[in-house]
C-alpha cells in the first residue's frame, strides 16, 4: 500500500535555525517523492521533487531508499517560510499524489 | 508554470440541492485530473481519478453516485455534488499533471462548499 507518514503535526523554530520536516513513505517499486508547501491563503504549489535533486529557497530534500525517507531541510529558517508543508509521493506516469498529513511550520522571529 | 483554476472558489447552498464545481487546465490538455477532498486541519484526501472521455475512478469509500464527476473535454473537469448535506461541507480540490515521466502536479485553488 501506498502511505506518507509525516510525524510532526507543528514544528516551530527560531529565525535562523535549521530546519528538519520528516517524511517516510511506504511504496512497493519506484515512486516519485515531492514536497508541496501552501502558504496561507494561497494553493498548493511544489516545492521540489527528488528527481530533479535541486534545491528551492534553500530547501533541500534528500531520498535515502534504506530509510524509505524524504525529508526537507533548510540549514536557516526564514520567517516567510511558515507555510504548510506536504510530503507525497506518486508512482510513475500521470497517476495521482498519495499527501501525507503534513506539517505546519512556524518560524518565529 | 501551468495553471489549473478551480470554480467557484466557494458557494453556499442548502441542503438537497447540487453544486457543481469546474476544474479548468488553462494553458496544456490534461487527459487525466484528480478530485481531492480537505477537510480543516487535516491533508488532502484523494476521491477520484477523472479521465476525459470515459468514467471516473473512485476511491474506496466515496460514493460515486454522489460525486458525480464528467471530464468532456481535454482542458475541463466537473464534480458535482448531488443532494448536498451539511457533512459534505468541506474543502475541494482538483490537479492536473502534465503527460510523461516525472511530472509536478498542478493545483486549482479550491472549493470551499459549505451546505447549510
Known amino acids: 500500500a501506498q502511505r506518507v507518514t509525516q510525524p510532526e503535526k507543528l514544528l516551530s523554530v527560531f529565525k535562523g535555525a535549521p530546519v528538519e520536516l520528516k517524511c517516510n513513505y511506504s511504496y512497493s517499486g519506484s515512486p516519485e517523492l515531492f514536497w508541496y508547501v501552501q502558504y496561507s491563503r494561497q494553493r498548493l504549489q511544489l516545492l521540489l521533487r527528488h528527481i530533479s535533486r535541486e534545491s528551492i529557497k534553500g530547501f533541500t530534500a534528500d531520498l535515502n531508499k534504506g530509510e524509505t525517507s524524504f525529508h526537507l531541510k533548510k540549514p536557516f529558517a526564514q520567517e516567510e517560510d511558515s507555510a504548510m508543508y506536504y510530503c507525497a509521493l506518486s508512482g510513475p506516469g500521470n497517476t495521482p499524489l498519495v499527501f501525507g498529513k503534513g506539517t505546519r511550520l512556524s518560524v518565529i522571529a | 508554470g501551468a495553471v489549473v483554476s478551480q470554480h467557484p472558489s466557494w458557494v453556499i447552498c442548502k441542503s438537497g440541492t447540487s453544486v457543481k464545481i469546474e476544474c479548468r487546465s488553462l494553458d496544456f490538455q490534461a487527459t487525466t485530473m484528480f478530485w481531492y477532498r480537505q477537510f480543516p486541519k487535516q491533508s488532502l484526501m484523494l476521491m477520484a481519478t477523472?479521465?476525459?472521455?470515459?468514467?471516473?475512478?473512485?476511491e474506496q469509500g466515496v460514493e460515486k453516485d454522489k460525486f458525480l464527476i464528467n471530464h468532456a473535454s481535454l482542458t475541463l473537469s466537473t464534480l458535482t455534488v448531488t443532494s448536498a448535506h451539511p457533512e459534505d461541507s468541506s474543502f475541494y480540490i482538483c490537479s492536473a499533471r502534465f503527460q510523461g515521466l516525472n511530472t509536478e502536479a498542478f493545483f486549482g485553488q479550491g472549493t470551499r462548499l459549505t451546505v447549510v
Open positions: 477523472s479521465n476525459e472521455g470515459s468514467k471516473a475512478t473512485y
